[in-house]
């Protein structure tokens, strides 16, 4: 394998069906979906008993039934069973991917592997590779059962680049789509489309390193530590990653280690700047609180000054302005039959939310009857904007998220909140296609 160890990457061998069927074969990540066993049941009715990824994974949404054994043991015995029935071509190559998501937006992207030695999710890390939201350390084991011993891993890990000229990801594709694409075609459940290309030669060789060499020194501190990817998608699953390696390499030699495919794990690689990823933030609904404490709190703690609004629009609209100089976070509140909108305009030049949710897990320590009812996450502006309209909650809506700040937060603070950010809607996941062997 061609391996760029100074920068955490190697060219994997990848595996794909010979004849791909990617409206049965390809499934989205396991992790999305996690409140509606009728979407997977409509997975399993578009898969059939074809070959499908979705025999290869383990959809979160059934991790608290009771056949969490039995089901691991399936998924191992269908990696096997496809391996040994040569159901797949294998290639040394990176696949180039372009994904066209059901709201027309073209997402592009790069698979290749990582090495689990140059990323850590911990918050005082100073790794290549970082999480870009706080990891919970307790989902990590019951995600550990599924991924040892797997003959295969598919991935749905997507790693940031902060790649404003697009020399990685852009650079492969430009070389890519000069042959004719792997594979081509719609996704299941009306989510899309998509293509990916091979990248693979000495020419692509010399192209990614060249990039990767201009990303790492871009991303190299004064202090001497280097950021290169961040990770967008999958921070438990990477996190999982990294702690069955952790494991697994206590039985390894020295040359062992350097050889394992455990230590690597498979992701896509994903431009920051690219104009079909979209970033949104997750907003925050309190209930059951007092909203005047509440804002002078928030206002003590983020300095800043408040300025009332007479329609929800108007408020909106001065938030989301991408031109502000400092973070604005709107507040939509009604007590005693009383509405109240104003906005707190700061100078904080980080991520919005990395300034907010200490503040907010503050207050809330110190203020809250029940902790696992006072707050919310939600996505959309209708959404919290509506929540806000009813007695008694509290819902602050916050700014879009900042991509040419957004690795900047991070290598200062650490990793962001959970609940942070969302990218894209659930159908514009990734999809499983390729695989690779792991055990």
């Known amino acids: 394998m061609k391996n760029f160890e100074k920068y955490g990457v190697e060219i994997p061998e990848i595996l794909l069906p010979k004849k791909i069927d990617l409206k049965s074969w390809s499934v989205i990540a396991c992790d999305q979906y996690t409140q509606s066993k009728e979407y997977w049941q409509n997975v399993k009715a578009q898969a059939q008993d074809n ?31 496809y391996l040994d029935s040569g159901l797949f071509s294998s290639q040394e190559e990176c696949v180039y991917i372009e994904r066209k998501t059901e709201y027309g937006r073209i997402r592009k992207g790069l698979v290749l592997a990582v090495d689990l030695e140059k990323y850590e999710w911990k918050a005082d890390s100073k790794a290549l590779i970082r999480a870009t939201e706080a990891t919970v350390p307790e989902r990590i084991p ?19 680049a902060n790649d404003e000229k697009d020399l990685l990801v852009g650079g492969a594709g430009a070389l890519a789509k000069k042959q004719e694409p792997l594979y081509n075609g719609p996704l299941m459940l009306n989510s ?3 293509t990916g290309w091979s990248v693979s030669g000495s020419e692509a060789e010399s192209r990614l390193e060249n990039a990767l060499s201009t990303l790492f020194k871009n991303g190299t501190d004064k202090n ?22 952790d494991e ?20 896509e690689i994903v431009n920051i700047y690219d104009e079909g990823l979209t970033f949104e933030p997750i907003h925050r609904t ?13 206002e003590e703690k983020l300095g800043g000054s408040l300025k009332n609004f007479e329609s929800e629009k108007e408020l909106e609209a001065f938030v989301s302005d991408k031109k502000a100089k400092g973070a604005r976070y709107g507040f939509i509140a009604k007590t005693g039959g009383e509405e109240k909108l104003c906005v707190l305009e700061t100078s904080i030049t980080d991520l919005a939310i990395a300034a907010l949710q200490p503040v907010l ?64 809607e659930a159908s514009e996941k990734r999809f499983y296609v390729e695989a690779r062997r792991l055990f």
Request: proline share 6%; aromatic share 8%; charged share 25%.
């Open 51 to 81: 070959p499908s990824t979705l025999n290869l994974i383990f959809p979160e949404v059934y991790l608290n039934d009771n056949d969490g054994e039995e089901r691991i043991k399936k998924i191992h015995e269908s990696m096997k069973k």
């Open 142 to 160: 019951p995600r550990m059962k599924i991924r040892k011993g797997a003959s295969l891993e598919l991935p749905h890990i997507m790693l940031l």
């Open 192 to 194: 899309g489309h998509i």
């Open 224 to 245: 001497g530590d280097t950021f290169l990817f961040a990770v967008g998608d999958g921070n438990h699953s990477l996190a999982t990653a990294k702690a069955v390696w």
């Open 248 to 267: 697994h390499k206590k039985s390894l030699s020295e040359s062992e280690k350097a050889l394992s495919p455990v230590r690597y794990a498979l992701v």
């Open 286 to 298: 309190i209930f059951n609180q007092d909203a005047g404490k509440l804002i002078l709190f928030i």
């Open 361 to 424: 897990d503050e207050y809330l320590s110190a203020n809250s009857k029940n902790p696992k009812t006072d707050i919310d996450y939600i996505h959309g502006t209708e959404d919290v904007v509506s929540l806000g309209k009813k007695e008694g909650n509290v819902s602050i809506l916050l700014p879009p998220i900042a991509k040419d700040s957004f690795f900047q937060t991070i290598n200062g603070r650490g990793p962001l909140p959970r609940k942070s950010f969302s990218m894209g």
